[in-house]
């Protein structure tokens, strides 16, 4: 009984009814290669964040900055571009740039001591402001279709959208790094009781640390990933994104005061966010119920565990 | 703070050295934000002393008197350990559906428009505060969710629409832009509310107890405070103040589509940060967090006198959060090391 009342369970149940749902109302084409394609494309920017701020919320932190990063790195794109720099130095460039912005968060956040929250809010508005000020209300499109096409063409003889496969092998490699190594053991560690993990030899500050330093190195790859399927880089690229990678973590049975959650959890809750949404889009459904669809899905989340809580003391 | 002294065990002479320390600690920040304001004013003036005309003046003030009304509203919830990143979009939702009240219905009278914005208000507020107390999950995804649902909810209720100035009736945009001896009303709306909440949590028990709960929550409970109570009440307030903030909002621009106030939310929390409210609760004052939403719009007047491109403004917002809440930490850090050393043991 207990296994069954998993979260995880709920998602993967969740996410056949959207499908079986999906499949129903349009008549097949939900599941055909070309809509998973496209909804594969639509969430290749979240499930990239989702990963590593599933490891920074499991240790009782968070990273509301993530998605001005990724404006950062686009507008960053996009002048270095006009500047004339090749883009094969561009890119390693700007995800050192993401590392560097990831860095700064997790040296207040540690050294300081400040709070996370406290502290990605300003960032928040800091690195946004950075992008405007690198790049002001301009956008850059003219980069060689090499490039663009990573966004627009799936893996040859396949369906898989290259943000996709990007997506795939960082989560096996975060998988690895939460639920199969001491590093990962250390996170849950911190998250569940951070005074213990210091007493118990854990080096709280530096794994923080190199969890801000991933998030926004992995921000900055999900920039260069936006700027090339759009084709464009501006400075208000993914204005409001974090929302939406807060929810699909949250989504995915992450609890919000750390030490609980698994990676599978957040994909099948990146993959029920984007299918819900991708759903609503075929209904010929407005943005604006898709906005309050994201904010109910993160209230439900986060009341979930509440409720299933409840629900687990009831059965034992 | 003081309160906190008071049950420490400590000779006088030491005690009062503590004591001192820690009231300097207290002013420093309101000092602080004034000096800042001279700092950045003081060149801007040089620069271009049409700046300081009482005109210019009194549009710096008009143009902080919205996020400053805001900013009260979210220090209560603040003190409260909590945080309402809601109030942009509440504050939309109330401007858009005040403003098509007004528009549809041309009889409605000034003051029932206005209390149907605060109506508007006070229901998103109870909403977040029921989510708060009642599902006990944190107030920042909470908020951050209806963030999300009301700003949904007024782009489907505009549907693209917007409502012009042509439509509103004289008496609302004249309470936009008329003043007393001088002063707009707007501003003295604003201080009006800023000086009952200061008497508010100064005076009232309901009022230092949003302190102790932010201070200690397990304590508060333990000492009798109806926890849920309050916190329920300070999101009430808090949309209760932006539902306000909605209406005069439409009296002073005007013109209103669904995408009144958006993202003002980041300005209201760096402006109560930069006035002193501390993000873990416990402290801070609501005059503090005004004049930090001075403080942050002076800047953005300035830029535009100093004709610095206007997109340096977030930028600036953003570090000056962080340096807030860096110098906040570092007083914290030696407040807490005099007190060790003026009580001789280190359980401070």
């Known amino acids: 009984m207990r296994n069954l009342l998993r979260w995880e369970t709920a998602l993967v149940f969740l996410l056949v009814v959207v499908a079986l749902t999906g499949q129903v109302s349009t008549k097949g084409s939900f599941l055909d290669g070309g809509n998973l394609f496209y909804l594969g494309l639509d969430i290749g920017e979240i499930a990239l964040i989702a990963l590593p701020l599933t490891l920074v919320i499991v240790a009782g932190e968070i990273d509301l900055s993530v998605a001005s990063v990724l404006g950062l790195s686009s507008a960053l794109i996009g002048w270095l571009w006009n500047a004339g720099w090749s883009l094969e130095t561009i890119l390693p460039t700007v995800i050192v740039v993401g590392a560097v912005c990831g860095a700064f968060n997790g040296l207040l956040v540690t050294r300081l001591g400040l709070p996370s929250l406290a502290v990605t809010i300003g960032t928040l508005a800091l690195y946004r402001g950075l992008a405007l000020v690198v790049l002001g209300d301009t956008a850059v499109a003219d980069f060689p279709a090499s490039y663009t096409s990573f966004g627009t063409t799936p893996l040859p003889g396949t369906d898989i959208p290259y943000p996709i496969v990007l997506a795939a092998i960082l989560a096996i490699l975060f998988g690895i790094a939460l639920h199969a190594s001491s590093f990962g053991r250390s996170v849950y560690a911190i998250g569940a009781n951070e005074e213990g993990a210091r007493f118990s030899g854990i080096r709280v500050k530096r794994i923080k640390l190199t969890l801000f330093v991933l998030a926004g190195a992995v921000a900055a790859i999900a920039g260069i990933v936006y700027t090339f399927r759009f084709s464009s880089a501006r400075a208000d690229n993914g204005v409001g994104l974090e929302l939406a990678v807060v929810a699909a973590v949250l989504l995915g049975g992450v609890s919000i005061f750390g030490g609980k959650g698994t990676l599978f959890g957040v994909l099948a809750g990146v993959l029920l966010l984007g299918g819900l949404r991708n759903l609503l889009i075929l209904q010929d459904t407005s943005t604006e119920v898709l906005t309050i669809v994201t904010g109910l899905l993160l209230l439900v989340s986060v009341l979930a565990p509440s409720i299933t809580r409840t629900l687990r003391k009831a059965t034992t | ?348």
Not at chain 2, 71 to 77: F, P
Not at chain 2, 125 to 145: D, F, I, K, Y
Not at chain 2, 164 to 172: G, R, T, V
């Open chain 2, 1 to 348: 703070m003081t309160t906190q002294l008071d049950t420490a065990v400590a000779p006088p002479a030491q005690r009062t050295t503590a004591r001192r320390l820690s009231t300097r600690v207290g002013r420093v920040r309101e000092l602080g934000i004034l000096v800042a304001l001279a700092l950045v004013v003081i060149p801007t003036a040089i620069a271009n002393p049409r700046f300081i005309q009482p005109q210019s003046l009194r549009d710096l003030l008009l143009n902080a008197s919205i996020v400053a009304l805001l900013a009260v509203g979210q220090t209560l919830v603040v003190i409260t350990r909590n945080v309402d990143l809601s109030v942009g979009s509440v504050l939309g939702l109330a401007a858009f559906l005040t403003a098509q009240q007004f528009a549809d219905h041309p009889g409605t009278p000034l003051l029932a428009g206005i209390g149907f914005g605060m109506l508007i208000g006070l229901a998103c507020g109870l909403l977040n505060g029921l989510l708060v107390a009642l599902g006990n999950v944190p107030s920042l995804v909470v908020t951050l969710g209806t963030l999300y649902v009301f700003r949904g909810i007024d782009y489907a209720l505009a549907q693209g629409r917007q409502v012009n100035a042509a439509n509103l009736p004289d008496a609302l945009l004249n309470l936009g832009s008329s003043r007393v001896l001088g002063i707009p009303v707007l501003v003295l709306v604003t201080t009006a509310i800023v000086a009952v909440a200061a008497v508010y949590l100064r005076s009232y028990r309901s009022g230092r107890e949003l302190y102790a709960i932010g201070s200690n929550p397990e304590a508060a409970t333990l000492a009798g405070i109806p926890k849920a109570r309050r916190t329920l009440t300070t999101f009430v307030l808090s949309g209760l103040i932006a539902g306000l903030a909605g209406a005069l909002w439409v009296a002073r621009y005007g013109t209103v589509d669904a995408a009144a106030g958006t993202g003002l939310e980041l300005q209201v929390v760096a402006a109560v940060v930069v006035g002193g409210v501390a993000i873990f609760g416990g402290s801070g004052t609501v005059a503090g967090a005004a004049l930090g939403a001075l403080l942050l719009g002076t800047i953005t007047s300035c830029l535009v006198v100093l004709q610095i491109p206007a997109f340096w403004q977030q930028a600036i917002a953003g570090a000056l959060l962080l340096s807030a809440i860096t110098v906040d930490r570092l007083l914290a850090l030696r407040l807490a090391k005099a007190l060790r050393r003026s009580e001789g043991t280190s359980h401070a």
